[in-house]
């Protein structure tokens, strides 16, 4: 190739690949600037063929940029590689072949290091400087290597022996270790071991004095017991743990405690011996503390009572003061907790919260407090038993949730009762409120004593089968002949049934009797599907047996009656009782709505038989009808609209 008549400058181009060889790319550039020139002298570039050129360009691979591209007249072809990011190399492929790229090296483009020079076998490497790395000499059998903290490290040769007042975890809980006091460290020269010899921990963990999963009732109690023993809290691993007798407590504010309810599982034996399976003789200020694992037992699977396995009270707590539970599970018990008061002094003080609770005769027995007593999210229902032959005992009469003695200051929350039985029993003085609970299955609230004031808010009643006893429904509050009224009210509760089968109390579904005061405010009353014979809401001023001058007060108030049922009641909604010698009955019913149901004749909304100071007003009692005395000088009867 010629450009014009001047030969072509030298050296001749390398015969390298153009893409490979960057020498290459700058020869080309000179000749092309060379051809360029003589265009610009000629004004035309000779291929020896036909033609003319009239514009050269240059394309390079992308590591380059090029720049003056296309010389169409006169100029330069400049070839300049492109900018990369930081520690990259320009190398082939991590794998195979391909065309070389700017990549980030990987270790396979290393070759292994085997030996670092200067080094010997057992030596170790260190930083000696600034910029420098030394060697230590190698050290000899047993030896661990000691630093000062500015100088080499060198080897030394331990001694047997021990160090006292060390303190590892401190004020952690992990896996039941905290605050652990190493009194004997000691190390072995001639098995190079490390061992505690001595020392002390603030938890017991009961796998450490012998418990384990696989290990009799008998061995696991007697550990469990001496990790009580020591005063220490009282740590129960993840496992379930057969057990055969009483564990006894004794020491005030001691912490027994799991890996929650699901985890840690004490299971008694057939046989199980004591009083209970733990048993609280902590009579002082504060009572144990138990959190966060299971006690449960063995029963066959039966719906025979009599064929049960007998065990004890699981805790037995009577006599106890300010003991707390929290996320704690006691199922298939004859009783589960019994906080009673005993020869050895009252109780009180105590806080039940999450605890879920079955049992086949009482959940929890309590009596004889001085003190508040709070039950917070304790859940009775059948844990453990749904699905099986045991589900038929636990709906019989004969079960009761809280059995309720004397208490001055109650306080139950958040709490859910389903069972055959009374869900709250109370038969002596009570002072307490009852909030956003729900009392379902069968009877719900039974109060018989005197001297009670008891206030029951936001809660739920139903039940939508048929009731193991007639003598159970929602309420039954009785208070027999003494100088002091008993009060319970009612504000802002639903009360409702689901089925026609329920076979309602001999009272109805809510029974008011004796020296009572009872109020009902902003409640809703549903009997849709109730049978047609029962009443709803019974008030009697029978105080007992030959007992006299005793009035029963029922207050209805803002509440509201329905029933979406087509069947044609023929008792009321409301019924008092006629007075008897010198028992009365005076009701209050002010601001109510009867509605109807939707098919069927509604029948009676109130029936007053009693001239005693009652007062039934402004109320809506639609197509229902109101009965009373032809004769009432002592009651006031207003319009009420029809």
């Known amino acids: 190739m010629s450009i014009g008549n001047a030969p072509p400058p030298s050296p001749v181009l390398p015969l390298a690949p153009l893409e490979y060889d960057v020498q290459y790319v700058n020869n080309l550039v000179r000749l092309l600037t060379y051809y360029i020139q003589q265009q610009d002298n000629q004004n035309q570039i000779s291929t020896g063929g036909t033609g003319t050129v009239t514009s050269v360009g240059l394309t390079l691979p992308s590591i380059f940029s090029v720049a003056g591209s296309p010389v169409t007249g ?17 190398a082939g492929p991590t794998t195979g072949t391909a065309t070389p790229s700017f990549r980030s090296l990987v270790a396979s483009d290393l070759p292994a290091v085997t030996n670092i020079a200067g080094g010997s076998s057992g030596v ?17 059998t047993g030896q661990v290597l000691q630093s000062n903290g500015t100088s080499a490290p060198t080897w030394v040769t331990p ?11 401190a004020g952690n809980n992990i896996g039941g270790f905290q605050n652990v006091s190493l009194s004997g460290l000691a190390y072995d020269t001639g098995t190079h071991v490390l061992s505690v010899t001595g020392g002390s921990s603030s938890i017991a963990n009961i796998t450490d004095y012998g418990a384990s999963t696989s290990a009799s009732g008998a061995t696991n109690t007697a550990a469990i017991q001496s990790a009580i023993n020591t005063g220490k809290s009282v740590y129960i691993p993840k496992g379930s743990y057969p057990i055969s007798s009483q564990i006894t407590l004794s020491n005030a504010g001691q912490l027994i405690y799991g890996d929650g309810p699901t985890q840690s599982i004490l299971v008694a034996q057939p046989g199980f011996s004591g009083t209970g399976v733990f048993v ?29 396995n007998t ?38 003080g105590s806080f039940i919260d999450k605890l879920e609770i079955s049992c086949f005769t009482t959940g929890i027995i309590m009596g004889g407090s001085l003190d508040t007593e709070r039950f917070f999210q304790v859940h009775y229902w059948p844990f453990d038993m749904v699905g099986t032959n045991l589900e038929t005992i636990w709906y019989e009469a004969a079960n009761i949730g809280f ?17 055959g039985g009374w869900q709250v029993y109370i038969t002596d003085a009570v002072f307490g409120t ?91 009353f549903n009997r849709s599907g109730q049978a047609s ?53 005076t009701l209050v019913c002010t601001g109510n709505i009867f509605t109807p149901p939707a098919n069927g004749s509604p029948g009676v909304a109130v029936s007053l038989n009693s001239d005693f100071g009652s007062v039934v007003a402004n109320n809506s009692f639609n197509t229902y009808t109101f009965t009373y005395p032809t004769s009432h000088p002592r009651s006031v009867i207003s319009p009420n609209a029809s």
């Open 74 to 90: 006169s100029g330069t072809l400049a070839g300049t590689l492109v900018s990369e990011g930081a520690h990259t190399v320009f």
């Open 124 to 140: 170790v490497l260190y930083q000696s400087g600034a910029g420098t790395t030394s060697f230590t000499s190698a050290g000899t």
């Open 159 to 169: 001694t047997s022996g021990s160090t006292t007042g060390q303190t590892i975890l």
């Open 280 to 308: 609280s003789t902590i009579y002082s200020d504060f009572g144990p503390v138990l959190k966060a694992f299971k006690i449960t037992c063995v029963q066959p699977n039966t719906s025979n009572r009599a064929s049960l």
């Open 311 to 348: 065990y004890p009270t699981a805790l037995y707590f009577r006599a106890n003061k300010r003991f707390y539970i929290n996320e704690l599970s006691i199922t298939l018990f004859q009783y589960g907790i019994d906080m009673s008061s005993s020869s050895a002094g009252s109780t009180g």
């Open 403 to 419: 059995s309720i003695g004397r208490i001055d200051d109650l306080i139950i929350d958040e709490c859910l009762f389903i069972n």
């Open 434 to 524: 009852i909030t956003n609970c729900a009392f379902d299955a069968y009877g719900s609230l039974y109060l018989s004593a005197a001297q009670c004031n008891l206030s029951v808010s936001n809660c739920y009643f139903t039940y939508g089968n048929s009731l193991p006893a007639s003598n159970l429904c929602f309420v039954y509050l009785y208070a027999p002949y003494e100088t002091l009224y008993s009060s319970v009210s009612f504000n802002n509760c639903n009360f409702g049934q689901s089925t026609s089968t329920v076979v309602l109390g001999q009272y109805g579904n809510i029974a008011v009797r004796g020296r009572i005061k009872a109020s009902f405010t902003g409640c809703n």
């Open 533 to 585: 014979s029962n009443k709803f809401i019974y008030l009697s001023g029978y105080g007992g047996p030959n007992q006299f001058n005793t009035t029963a007060y029922l207050t209805l108030n803002s509440c509201y009656f329905f029933s979406d049922s087509g069947v044609a009641f023929t008792n009321p909604w409301v019924y008092t009782e006629p007075a008897t010698g010198s028992n009365y009955t």
